[in-house]
């Protein structure tokens, strides 16, 4: 079997699985009255949050509606544990592929144990829109809802094994794209009131796309050279380096300062304090407190993700084994200290660029009066740029793998 024939089949794998990963989401588990739940749900900051990474599954409470929600958290908590913990640290830096296996599987079982903890949560949370709620219909529901999220899970899985692209990542970029037709319903008025404001916007919408893919893209290459070609200066001229990106977290800083900054709205719902009310109040229509809080959480998100995913320690001795180092910094002690020095220089940058990007529906708003990405927004923009990027370059991989073929042959 060629590459061509490879790649067609890779795509057809996970066109299919995309497909019925979307209809398991309209399986309906009985039991509930799903028109009244809709229409609580819509006005829930949390939920409509979690749906968009749902495809609406909190919306149409189906087999799969916790979709790849417990899946992306348990990988996160893994890969927290895996620098809190040596034993994990060493499991995975020095048994190979059998210790990435060993870590997946830790993932796996996560994500067991945390869809059963959302779907209990699931259960209360939809407890007045149910005909008959009691023990039996909450063993019934977790056990559903736990199943499909297991399924989706091995669903990603699947994808990433014998697919083309992150099997998680297209899930969740099937999930955003599913909810745009939603989205467009909203601007169906103010296309009819103003069409030159809405042409400015979708330019400004191209706008955000195109500083998306800049920021997805864009690195700093730090040069690398061998103990060979010290001293000789015409040499000097690699190709070698060392690529940091300038958003080494990618949206997850978002995501996570997103998630977090509903957290204020939530608390306001449960407390009858006066003082604490005036204070959440204050967090949440002051557009200047908002945006100052919303903006610490970037940073402080993106400096953590970038921890998680960089480790320069990691890097210099890799460069030792080599017999490799940063031109003008000496090995060890002095290239940790310098590469720690270009990625924080490079977090803050790309955090406040995220920050930005972010608030573009605000601004966009405040010029036009008209929020043209109140269904979509730019967390949503970034994900799907994102993916599309990374599943292009494997396509991308396959086509110039191809050609090579040929030109060998």
Not at 68 to 90: D, G, R
Not at 235 to 257: C, R, S
Not at 284 to 302: D, P, R
Request: net charge positive.
């Amino acid at each position: 079997m060629d590459r061509r024939q490879k790649l067609v089949n890779k795509i057809t794998i996970t066109l299919t699985i995309l497909f019925i990963s979307r209809i398991g989401i309209f399986i309906p588990i009985t039991g509930i009255n799903q028109a009244e739940l809709a229409e609580s749900i819509g006005k829930n900051t949390i939920i409509n949050f979690l749906n968009v990474f749902s495809g609406g599954g909190f919306s149409t409470i189906g087999i799969f509606s916790l979709g790849i929600i417990p899946y992306i958290n348990s990988s996160i908590i893994t890969q927290l544990l895996v620098k809190i913990l040596p034993n994990l640290e060493e499991i995975q830096k020095n048994e190979g592929e059998l210790g990435k296996q060993k870590i997946t599987q830790i993932t796996r079982y996560l994500t067991i144990v945390w869809a059963i903890i959302q779907s209990i949560s699931v259960s209360f949370l939809i407890k007045p829109y149910t005909f008959n709620w009691n023990v039996s219909f909450l063993v019934d529901l977790v056990i559903a809802l736990t199943t499909g999220s297991v399924i989706i899970m091995w669903f990603s899985e699947i994808i990433t094994e014998y697919g083309i692209g992150n099997g998680a990542s297209l899930i969740i970029f099937q999930n955003i794209v599913s909810n745009i037709p939603k989205s467009l319903k909203l601007y169906e008025m103010n296309i009819e009131k103003n069409l030159m404001i809405i042409i400015l916007l979708l330019s400004s919408c191209i706008g955000i796309l195109i500083i998306n893919i800049m920021i997805q893209d864009s690195k700093r290459k730090i040069s690398i050279i061998s103990s060979k070609q010290i001293g000789q200066k015409e040499k000097l001229n690699t190709q070698n380096y060392i690529p940091l990106k300038i958003n080494q977290g990618g949206v997850m800083p978002i995501v996570f300062a997103s998630a977090a900054i509903t957290i204020p709205q939530y608390a306001l719902l449960k407390t009858s304090n006066p003082n604490i009310t005036r204070l959440l109040n204050t967090l949440i229509s002051n557009n200047f407190c908002y945006l100052t809080l919303y903006s610490i959480f970037i940073i402080i998100f993106s400096y953590f993700y970038s921890s998680i995913i960089l480790n320069t320690k990691d890097i210099a001795e890799n460069l030792q084994k080599m017999s490799a180092s940063i031109p003008n910094v000496r090995p060890g002690e002095e290239t940790i200290k310098y590469l720690n020095k270009i990625i924080n220089k490079l977090t803050f940058i790309g955090s406040i660029f995220l920050f930005i990007i972010a608030q573009f529906p605000l601004i966009i708003f405040k010029v036009t009066q008209i929020n043209l990405l109140q269904g979509l927004g730019t967390t949503s923009l970034l994900i799907l740029v994102g993916v599309a990027i990374d599943t292009a370059k494997q396509v991308q991989t396959y086509i110039i793998s191809e050609q090579y073929d040929n030109i060998m042959e």
